[in-house]
T-cell receptor, first 115, second 116 residues
């Protein structure tokens, strides 16, 4: 069964510090990996998308990396802000027709940024 | 341009009652989805509609029905609510169902449902 495991479950950091969130997956064959940000009480919003051939993708202070050999991805947040407090969800898509209906979602890492 | 909208935002039901969750998108997307999100678990697909006029079951369809009313609207119905259906429900849309393509899903704000 395809699985996506995220760590840590929760993380607390001080404003201005950097942090890295981890995602391990077993989806195979693998097409692409997304990171979503979900603010409390809101729906998820896409941050980055990487295909299996990409190693890194940035979106402002967010940088995602991918190692397709070890089936690991990380999301690095630089110079954190209070508005970064949210759940960060890793989502993996298989190679198949209609893959958008076969996404595997991680349970998320809850990040809290304190002043 | 509102993106994906959902109504209601909150709902409390008694066991056995029925209700319909409404979803609409204004991005001219072909594909729409209903997910549920439970504490400690990833989002799980209930039903999806690859295109107007088609609907299919996802991972957890039992106890639910859907209607793709037109290209914009996709509703989710609980015929006889059970406490196990207490959850947050998200509607999403994408340009297409994909096929290895980089199809990003856009999510609505969610409906918080409590079944007593």
């Amino acid at each position: 069964k395809n699985q996506v495991e995220q760590s840590p479950q929760s993380l607390i950091i001080l404003e201005g510090k950097n942090c890295t969130l981890q995602c391990n997956y077993t989806v195979s064959p693998f097409s692409n990996l997304r990171w979503y940000k979900q603010d409390t009480g809101r729906g998820p919003v896409s941050l980055t998308i990487m295909t299996f051939s990409e190693n890194t993708k940035s979106n402002g202070r967010y940088t995602a990396t991918l190692d397709a050999d070890t089936k690991q991805s990380s999301l690095h947040i630089t110079a954190s802000q209070l508005s970064d407090s949210a759940s960060y969800i890793c989502v993996v898509s298989p190679i198949s027709s209609g893959s958008a209906r076969q996404l595997t979602f991680g349970s998320g890492t809850q990040l809290t940024v304190l002043p | 341009n509102a993106g994906v909208t959902q109504t209601p935002k909150f709902q409390v039901l008694k066991t056995g009652q029925s209700m319909t969750l409404q979803c609409a998108q204004d991005m001219n997307h072909n594909s729409m989805y209903w997910y549920r999100q439970d504490p400690g678990m990833g989002l799980r697909l209930i039903y999806y509609s690859a295109s107007e006029g088609t609907t299919d079951k996802g991972e957890v369809p039992n106890g639910y029905n859907v209607s793709r009313l037109n290209k914009r609207e996709f509703s989710l119905r609980l015929e006889s609510a059970a406490p196990s259906q207490t959850s947050v429900y998200f509607c999403a849309s994408s340009r297409d169902i994909g096929g290895g393509a980089l199809e990003t899903q856009y999510f609505g704000p969610g409906t918080r449902l409590l079944v007593l």
